[in-house]
């Protein structure tokens, strides 16, 4: 069973691998940063905020600053409480990203629209490329957790 250190230097090495096989395949420098910024975000949106104590991610966003960390924690809170701990629901590979990523947007998105906003000017294509760095992530957390 892996720790937080570990899925750390995981993500690290696996955003440090995407840049040059995503650069190959899309032959698109836009993508393949949109991409490896996906799967950094794995380091602070990870499977394990279902953890109600503070998790390695937790307490790097708090390593940026104390109260964001504080806010951090606590807008995970009703999630980790919410999911047990390594669930399918949180833990499966693109089940649990998808999940997390309408948790964290729900409420901007609710903001966005009654300000009068439409959904269709937000970038889909690029929030959907991020969001597979952040399912790669996730499926390598996944494959260190069931190792």
Request: with cysteine.
């Amino acid at each position: 069973m892996s720790n937080g250190v570990q899925h750390g230097l995981m993500t690290q090495t696996l955003a440090a691998a995407s840049v040059p096989v995503t650069a190959f395949l899309s032959r698109d420098l836009k993508i393949t940063l949109l991409v490896a910024c996906g799967v950094m975000v794995g380091l602070v949106m990870e499977p394990d905020l279902d953890v109600v104590h503070r998790t390695k991610s937790e307490a790097r966003v708090a390593s940026i600053h104390p109260i964001l960390g504080l806010v951090w924690y606590w807008f995970w809170l009703p999630y980790a409480k919410a999911i047990p701990h390594r669930s399918w629901v949180s833990h499966l590979p693109i089940v649990g990203t998808g999940l997390r990523v309408l948790y964290l947007t729900w409420i901007p998105m609710v903001i966005y629209v009654s300000l009068g906003n439409d959904l269709s000017t937000l970038p889909i294509q690029d929030i959907l490329w991020v969001c597979l760095g952040l399912a790669a992530s996730d499926l390598a957390h996944w494959g260190m957790d069931v190792t």
